[in-house]
Structures are given as structure tokens and as C-alpha cells.
């Protein structure tokens, strides 16, 4: 099955599995039985789709595990879960062992780097990192060094993919066609994004602030690691959960990561402090961190301490909350690709210039063709690249799909938005 389809029209049955899935991680073993038992194997096989492009499958899993009721599940797809747990721990210990090498090589180079993301979210996001679905390699490095580093990924054979502002996309291998049945394998290729931290400035220091100094050496499964300080790691998972929130699609694994760290350090007044003092210094960092909150406030119940609710999502701008509140459930429950409603919340994020007018009515119907998903090797068979041709064919006709049909929805659509608008400040 190719990893790229259009969205289609969730039932309302179907809305309800997703629901309850959602529910097991929150309720007692009791209320999740009652839930389940109601779903039939052909209700199963509905949301398999949707069970692993939200990143959720094997979390769900193991719930299911720890609250000794996974028989509830249809024993092909408890089968199915099961191997996948096994190939994404093999998956998961081929990237580490990636980023144990290359963090050993940038070191020393003497870069000044810091691993994001993946390995770094255990134990207080992930319990366990063969859970998780990780594709990619990040890391954070010093504008300064970026010439170090270039020559440390070249030994790893990593050619530069793709520039985009501070961030640098590199591949190394070659990629195959995308299939989800393939998506918690070891892969022929790897991927790995550099983020550029700029040389703070006297004049741009406030804004621009020094993660990288603030950095440490962590004992991350038994290997020493550069990770970002405890209260840099929960605000940039914060603002990357707001940004894909601001984007087509959003993982409901990143919401359940983003409240179990919450939960983690709920009682930690000295962290939240913390937080609130880097995220005042962090363009909107406030509305970001208050967004996601609400979202998974949402999704799970009232959970997050006064320390972190009194100054972000308490104080989220009305227009802000109210989409939350009106579409986040429907974010993170609609299938892949998702959806163009996130148009109607970034028209709240500051003020609208007329370039970024254009720039919105580009994204509800762009002029330009998808970027390639397949990226072959001279000499290949003409077998191979005919394939190749036919799925980028095949992604490029789903996606303009995509766009004529959330394009008239995004249309239809904020026209109720307005009136929503409309009556609450009446």
C-alpha cells in the first residue's frame, strides 16, 4: 500500500474507534474494555491506515499490553503489531547506532551540536524508543561549524538534499518507493536534518537564544550524548508539535509524547519556571506552548500544572483558542494527508501582510508540482525507474486531488469560521 492517499471522509464509527483508542491511554482498563469490545475486525481493518501514519500503532500496543487487553484486538492485526514492534526496534537501534557514530565525530571535530528529538524524549516523552516512529536524524549545530560538520557527514556518505532557511536536508543511500507496509523496517537509505542555530549577535542576542550553550552530555542508553537542557527539549517539542499543528497534517503520537512529558515533570515547579523564562524570549512561544496544551487538554482531560497554563494557555488569543477548540480533536483523528483547515489559524498568528496574503492563497491552491519522492541511482534497470516514474506520477495526482478537495473545503469552511468569529465578539 503507497504511503500516499488522499483523505477520505472519516464515519462516524470509525471517528469513535479512533476515539476510544485515544481514551485507552487516559482511562482505566475497565472503561478501555467496554470501549473496544464494541468494534469489530472490520472496524479494525478501517483504521489501520490510520493507526500507523499517526505514529500511534505501537503505542498503542503496549498500552493495550500494560493493561493486559490486547486480545481485544483481531489476532491478524495483533499480529501484525507485534512484528512491527519487532522491526521498529531493529529500525530503531540502526538509528541510534547512526547517531552514537556521528555524535562521536562531531565531538571530535570540536562542533558545537546537540542531538533533537528521537533518543532524547526518553524516558520522559517515550518509554521506550522502539515505539516511536522516527525517520530521520536532527541535530542542532552552530552556524560556525557548519564546515566541520558538512566534511564529517561526507564520511558518512551524506550528500546535501535540500536547503530550507536554517534548515539542511541530507541523504545518504537510495530510495525506494514509499510504503507504509515498510515504514518500521531498517531502510536502504537514511535521512538527516541539520538546524542551523545563527551566532547570537548583540543585537538580535534576546531573540536568538543560546540553546547550544546551554547544552549537556547525557547517558542515553548507556551512550554519552549532546542533548538540549531539560527545559530547551520540552520547549522545542512544544513549538514543533504548534508547528506541524500549523501545517496539513499532525501525528497524534506527537500530542501523547507532548502530554506524557508534562506528566513526567508535572510537579517540578523549579522546571516550569524554567520554561516560562526561555519561552519569554522565544517569539510567541507563549501562544505556541498554550496551543498545544490546549489540544492535548482536549484529547486527554485537564491535566497540566498552574506553573505552565497560567501564562500560555490560559492567556491564548480568543480567535487562537477557538480553533482549538473547534478543530484540533479533528486534526489529529482525520486521515493522512489531512486536511487545509490550519489555513484558518495562521490568518491569527500576528499580522497579515500582503505577501503573506499571496503566500496563503498559494497554499489553498499552489501553482508549482510536488517535490520528488523517489530519487534513484545512475544505472538502475528500466524496470525500476519506470516504477519510479509511475509513483511519482500516482503522488503527484493524489496531491492535486488533495488540493481541489481541501481547497473547496478550506472555502465552505471559513465562511462558518467567520461567523464563529463573528459571534464571539458579540
Known sequence: MNIYRINTRTSKRMLRLKESVVASFCEP?????ARLKAFSANDWQKVVFWLDASGIALYFLDRLVALNAQH????????????NLHSNRERTAALFEEAVALNSALQEKGVEFALLKGATLSPDSVPDSALRSQWDLDFLVAEKDIADTL?????FGYTLYAICGTTWEF???VSGLPDIANIYKVRPYRSLELHLLPTPTDNNRRMRQNRLGRA??????GAMLSSLSPA????????HLFKHICGEYTRLSWVLEYWRH???RRDDAAFWHEVKSLAEREPQAHVGIGAVTLLATQLFGAFAPEELTSWSMDRLPPAIRLWIETYGRQAVLTEFPGSKLYLLLR?????QSSGEKTSLLRLIFPAHLPPRITHGETGRGVFSRLMQYRAQASFVFLRMRFHVVEGLRYSFESMRWQRRLTGMTQ
Do not use: C, M, W, Y
Not at 347 to 351: D, E, I, N, V, W
Open 232 to 239: 530547551d527539549l520540552f520547549l522545542q517539542q512544544a513549538l
Open 216 to 221: 549537556s552530555i547525557r547517558n542515553i542508553q
Open 262 to 264: 508534562i506528566l513526567a
Open 171 to 173: 541523504r545518504a543511500g
Open 151 to 155: 566534511n564529517v557527514l561526507e564520511t
Open 347 to 351: 490568518q491569527h498568528l500576528g499580522a
Open 72 to 83: 481485544l484486538l483481531p489476532k491478524p492485526l495483533l499480529s501484525r503489531l507485534e512484528q
Open 29 to 33: 482498563a475497565t472503561d478501555v474494555v
